[in-house]
Structures are given as C-alpha cells and as structure tokens.
C-alpha cells in the first residue's frame, strides 16, 4: 500500500525512491510488524487475562508447568495482526504470491482461533475434533496448492529441487499439488506440536522464516539466481516482505513468550506460522531445504509419531514424553536449558541450509 504512495512521491522528491527497493521494504516489514507487537502487545495481553482465556495445562507433563495454568493464550492474533498489517503496507500488493502466502496464514489462523475458542470460551477439552481440523487445513492448502500450481509459467515450479547439487531437480508435474499440500499441513501441525515451552517454537520460526526470506530474495533477482546457480522465479522477492514482517512480528512477541511467558501463542499462532513457512519453502522451491532447517519441528513430529506407533505395537514407549522438549524436561533439563538448546540446533540448520545456496 505504502509503495503505491512513495512511487507517486518519487515524482516530487527523488529520495522516495528508496522506498522501490525490496530490501528496503523487507527492512520496514520487519520493524511495522515488531513495533506493532510492541504497541499492541500489552493490551491484548490485559484484555486476554480479564476475559480469563488462560492455557489449561496436561496432567501428565511436568511439575514445572503446573505453574503456566491460567496464563493467556491466543496471542497468535497479536502475530497475525502485526504481519498482516506489515505485509499490506510494505508489500507489492499485485504480487500473487503475497495474497496466496497471506491467504494460508490467515486461512490456518482462523481453524487455530476456533480450535482456541472451543477449548477456552466453550471449556470444550477436545477444541475441533482431528477430523474436522485435517478437513479445514486440507481445504485451504488444496486451494493454495491449486492456485499456485495454475499460475505456474516455467517447468521449475513444478520441480522438487536437490539441495547442494546442480541442476539437479525431479519433476513433479501435477504431484506438485500433493507435495505443497504436505508441506503446508505437515509444518503447520509440526510447529503447534513444538509450541510446548516459553518461546520454543517461536524463535526457530524466526530463524527460518528469515533464512527462507533471503531464498525469495535471490530465487527472485535475475542475477543473483544466475550468480548462485539456483532456478529463477520471477515475483517471488516480493515473499521476502512477508518473511521479513513473520520474523519482526516473531521477535515482537518472543518479548511476551520468553521464559518465563505472560503469553502463549495458541493454536491461531502455531498453526498458521507452520502452514506459513510451507507455503513460503514451495513458492521459493526450497521444500527439502526448509526441512532441513525446521529439523527441530521435523523432529518434534517424528518423536510423538515414533511414541504412538510404539505405544499401540508394543505397549511401551520410546521416549519419557512426547513431543521431544517434554522427554528432555523429564529427564531433568531445565525448561530454559531445553529452549536455548533446541534454539542453537536450529541456528546451526539454518546455517546448513543456507550452505545450500553455494555448495553446488
């Protein structure tokens, strides 16, 4: 939106043209979104607590977080908020990828908002059953997977490229659809399975969700792409606004969630984060790679599929609790230890997958 007023300015006053500059605006993103957050924050957090929307806490989990019942949840809509706002303003607002990125961020946040609300308005335990929560999320990934997949113009948006070797891709053809509905259900779930502790999931989003802006920067400059030997995408730099806005927005709220948390996100946050970071991954046809550096989340799912599968074959359990933080904390690791901890592994992948832009 704000573009749309600096590109007239510019005919007056030259210096407005820095403001056509994605880097710039990625730049602004990221400080609307955090300042935001900043303004915002409190008062959501105020009114949350007088309306008594706080977390109920499992039974069976450690003592240590008998403490958070009752803290305030739902702050996922203080995220939501500030990337939405962020995003519209500094965005190029006829890009398609920005509406499709922003429609399943916003699409998955609703099913987070009504799964929240059942569980703490209704006092309805189960929120929305599993059934109807996996049919919302497939809708709304089945239609970002279609719109994505009808506006493809080049074969390699139709390709499953292979991080750390040239040229090297598998081509997909239609089972891109399948492949971009995985991603944006699969991480979707894998966050809200990772946000069990003060700030745990929210700093790796930020990490990826930066990383994976800078593969929308260079997968969309002409130049750079061909510098770095990695396909070109055209339009896709604009999502770089959008990731850029999902970090600042991020650390905005990690400055309420850090231990220990006045505010928890929610399912409204987890869920449309995690479908966020995979509909991001496909447009800039970085899938693998974003499984690499969301190994944290991608190990978080894998613990609590490993427990149940053993659980129901054999009757006993791999791990003390799953997902994995909860087996950590029961072995006698601090809750900040395991935070701090789950966030350096997560700096390391993202260097790893960052790698992949010059290994080749």
Known sequence: MLLYLTEYLAQFESGFNVFSYLTMRAILGALTALIICFIIGPRMIKSLSVNQLGQPVRDDGPETHLLKAGTPTMGGALILTAISAATVLWADLE???????????????????????????????????????LFWQSSAALIAAIALYVTVTDEVQTSLLIPYFKDLAIPLGMFQVAVTYFFIVGFSNAVNLTDGLDGLAIMPTVLVGGALGLFAYVTGNVNFSDYLGIPYV??????????????????????????????????????????????????????????????????????????????????????????????????????????????????ILVLVGLASLKIR
């Open 95 to 133: 890009n398609h990828y920005v509406w499709i990125v922003l429609f399943v961020t916003l699409s998955f946040g609703v099913i987070g908002y009504v799964d929240d609300y059942k569980k703490l308005v209704l006092q309805n335990p189960a929120g929305i059953s599993a059934t109807q929560k």
């Open 234 to 347: 055209a339009g896709t730099g604009e999502v770089m606004v959008f990731c850029a806005a999902m970090a600042g927005a991020g650390l905005g709220f990690l400055w309420f969630n850090t231990y220990p948390a006045q505010v928890f996100m929610g399912d409204i946050g987890a869920l449309s984060l995690g479908a966020a970071l995979g509909v991001v991954a496909v447009v800039v046809r970085q899938e693998i790679v974003l499984a690499i550096m969301g190994g944290v989340f991608v190990v978080e799912t894998l613990s609590v599929v490993i427990q149940v599968t053993s659980y129901k074959l054999t009757g006993k359990r791999v791990f003390r609790m799953a997902p994995l933080h909860h087996h950590f904390e029961l072995k006698g690791w601090a809750e900040p230890k395991v935070i701090v901890r789950f966030w350096i592994i997560t700096v």
